[in-house]
């Protein structure tokens, strides 16, 4: 795979939504909300669930939680675990491919530090490794920050923007919509990286979503789900990501130079990339 408003008014281009009369209520400017977060030493715990489904009983499915850290120009480094699950039929094709790796996805979670342009692991999948080379993790180059959610980045302004923009409903802050996949991916660099820029037009390629909003505007939770094309078939992909501790004070460390090895020094006991669907 290649790496959703009644009461809503738009000025200076951010959406500031309502979900009861304006008199009534204070409007929410969530993308205002979102850059009054980027700032460095605050961050948000996020718990998220995707699931790719790429034929009738082959499956994926991948958990991720810890914690996002900002910066200037919004999030900029995370700690999170990384579990990927694979149901039963899914289970025997990989171990068939790639034994290995599939049994040590299987033995537990990876814990992975990032931050723009270079990620550090640790757990089951690294460990033979990190034991012959004394080291605590391997330092993994040109890999992306995961997004919170496999389908819409919802911490990058940009994207959020636009989704407020596709907008079809609004009720109790939730904010529902749907946007096509070839649009999404002109404005979500991690969309266009993990699904491509290029689809063709048709009754799959469209990305339908519900964005929940807490009462200063800022997400809380967001759902997604799409049928998107994937070589000469189509891939369902399901993502839920729930968002909390807004503004909590917390910087993500990345690990001591002599605490890590670069994957080119062990390339031959580690996966050529980080495995999963976030990175």
């Known amino acids: 795979m290649k790496r959703t408003i009644v009461g809503v008014a738009v000025a200076v281009g951010v959406a500031q ?21 980027s700032v460095r030493g605050k961050a948000v715990n996020f718990r998220s669930t995707a699931k ?76 033979q490794a990190l034991l012959s080379s004394d080291a605590d993790w391997v330092r993994y180059r040109r890999a992306d920050l995961p997004p919170s959610n496999l389908l819409l980045d919802v911490l990058d302004p940009a994207t959020l923007r ?27 660099k991690s969309f266009a990286t993990r699904f491509g820029t290029r689809f063709k037009s048709g009754r799959h390629g469209t990305v339908s979503y519900a964005l929940r909003l807490n009462p200063a505007g800022l997400v809380e939770r967001a759902t997604a789900k799409a049928v998107l094309p994937y070589a000469d078939a189509t891939v369902a ?21 002599g605490d890590a090895v670069d994957r080119e020094q062990v390339v031959d006991a580690v996966p050529a990339r980080i495995p999963g669907f976030w990175y």
Do not use: C
């Not at 923009?165 to 979500?188: F, P, Q």
């Open 17 to 37: 939504l309502t979900a009861v009369p304006a008199h009534a209520a204070p409007k929410l400017d969530p993308v205002n909300a979102l850059r009054a977060e």
């Open 52 to 127: 790719v489904t790429y034929a009738r009983g082959l499956s994926a499915t991948s958990d991720v939680e810890g914690t996002i850290g900002f910066g200037p120009r919004g999030a900029a480094a995370s700690d999170v675990t990384h579990s990927l699950r694979y149901s039963a039929d899914m289970l025997r094709r990989m171990r068939k491919q790639r034994p290995a790796e599939t049994d040590a996805l299987q033995a537990g979670p990876i814990e992975v530090i990032s931050t723009r342009g270079v990620s550090y692991v640790a757990g089951p999948l690294v460990g």
């Open 162 to 188: 636009t989704l407020l923009r596709h907008r079809t409903s609004v009720r109790d802050r939730t904010v529902s919509g749907s946007i096509k996949a070839a649009e999404l991916a002109t404005v979500s």
């Open 237 to 257: 992909v399901e993502s839920d990501t729930r968002f909390s501790a807004w503004g909590r004070e917390a910087t993500v460390h990345l690990p001591l130079e």
